[in-house]
Structures are given as structure tokens and as C-alpha cells.
């Protein structure tokens, strides 16, 4: 069974431009989760998705980024325009239901993001 | 305020021998649940073990074990016989059941590096 998979692995790119991020959660997982780490700093929760609906996106920082998931399946992340404080990695964590205390998120590798 | 705190940016351990990462967390809720999860070179996040806030017993999964401690707001991720390959950071997290925000999200500490030398 494939596990959560993100794309690209790395971007590195110039503040002001766009990149999008993208997540394909483990088929059959209503739940979508979107992290990130900065500068070595905790990670931190973006957004949750229930299947396209999202549920919880008390984490985004602020306008430049958008989170889609048509459909309810996979997920993209965009930030526009990238700022230097964007660089980080981005996580990507599904889960089956979400209504288990004890549900674990199966995370992907992350998509290293640098904003020069 | 701090969920999580794992106040151990690094730990260095002898191959074979145990290691305790700790883990501080707050929360009011009642119930709760609490995750380790190991993060190796390669990026993605493993699930090591977990621990629910209602569980008499604590947490066991192979050569890792969970030192919860409910009174002091504690669950200490204990390795036993380490190895090489447990190299790696680990990252102590918390799901509070708020069931009037319907939150789900883990909240994350700040991770320990674990490096095992032969």
C-alpha cells in the first residue's frame, strides 16, 4: 500500500514567485493534515481537511497560502507571493477517520521549500 | 503558552544501552492522547507509540515504552537496548479532544535529536 506522498521533494525558489505544493494522502483517508517546520523551530499545524471540506484552518499564517482539495482526494498547498519567512519543510499527514483519540497520521517526507 | 516541551535538543547514547527522551505537555482537557514519533534522515514521519490520557497502563511497543506520568503532565519516551539505527530526531505530540472546536491537529514539541554511537 503506497504511503502519503508529497511533491517535490525540494523547491528553491526567489521571493515574490509561486510555488505549490502537493500531498496525495493515503488512498481512503478522509483526513488531510498540512505542517510545517521553520528554521528548526516545532512543527506547526496549517490546515485540516475532511475529505474536500476544511475543517480546521486555524493555522495558516496568512493569505499567501491557499490550500485546495477538490474532490477529496489529493491536496495542494500554494503560496503566493513567497516570502524569505516561508522557507521550511512542509508536511503532509493523513489519517483514516479522525474520530479516534487515538488515530495515528501516517506523514509523507515533507517538501523542502527555500525562498532566496 | 507551550504544549509540548521537550527541553532535550540532543541526546548521545551508547549502542545497547537505554536512553530516556522526555516530554512536558499542558493541556485542560481531559482527554487527550499523546504521540512519539521518530523522524530519521530520510524526512518522513514514523509512528512509534502512543498514550491516552485515560490508559491505567502504560504504553509498550517493542524496544520503546512510554514513562506516562499523568499528575505531572509527563510521557518520556524510553528506548531500550539502542541501536545504530535509532539515530534520528523524535518528536513528542498531543490530539486534546476539544470537542466544542472539533480540532483534531497534533500539536508538535520542539524534537531531540538521538544520536547513537557504536
Known amino acids: 500500500e503506497a504511503g502519503v506522498t508529497q511533491f517535490p521533494s525540494h523547491s528553491v525558489i526567489e521571493k515574490g514567485q509561486t510555488v505549490t505544493l502537493r500531498c496525495d494522502p493515503i488512498s481512503g483517508h478522509d483526513n488531510l493534515y498540512w505542517y510545517r517546520r521553520v528554521m528548526g523551530k516545532e512543527i506547526k499545524f496549517l490546515l485540516h481537511?475532511?475529505?474536500?471540506?476544511?475543517?480546521?484552518e486555524s493555522g495558516m499564517p496568512n493569505n499567501r497560502f491557499l490550500a485546495e482539495r477538490t474532490g477529496g482526494t489529493y491536496s495542494t498547498l500554494k503560496v503566493q507571493p513567497a516570502e524569505l519567512e516561508d522557507s521550511g519543510v512542509y508536511f503532509c499527514?493523513?489519517?483514516?477517520?479522525?474520530?479516534?483519540?487515538?488515530?495515528?497520521?501516517?506523514f509523507g517526507s515533507g517538501t523542502q521549500l527555500s525562498v532566496l | 503558552a507551550q504544549k509540548i516541551t521537550q527541553t532535550q535538543p540532543g541526546m548521545f547514547v551508547q549502542e545497547k544501552e537505554a536512553v530516556t527522551l522526555d516530554c512536558t505537555y499542558d493541556?485542560?482537557?481531559?482527554?487527550?492522547?499523546l504521540f512519539w514519533y521518530k523522524q530519521p534522515s530520510s524526512g518522513e514521519m514514523i509512528f512509534l507509540i502512543y498514550q491516552g490520557s485515560y490508559d491505567q497502563q502504560n504504553a509498550t511497543e517493542g524496544r520503546y515504552s512510554l514513562n506516562f506520568q499523568k499528575a505531572r503532565k509527563s510521557a518520556n519516551l524510553v528506548i531500550s537496548a539502542s541501536q545504530l539505527g535509532d539515530s534520528a530526531m523524535y518528536f513528542c505530540a498531543m490530539r486534546e479532544f476539544l470537542m466544542d472546536t472539533g480540532r483534531r491537529a497534533l500539536t508538535f514539541g520542539s524534537g531531540t535529536r538521538l544520536q547513537v554511537q557504536p
Open positions: 493541556t485542560s482537557d481531559p482527554s487527550y492522547g
Open positions: 499527514a493523513s489519517s483514516p477517520t479522525g474520530s479516534s483519540p487515538n488515530e495515528k497520521l501516517f
Open positions: 481537511f475532511v475529505k474536500e471540506s476544511k475543517q480546521d
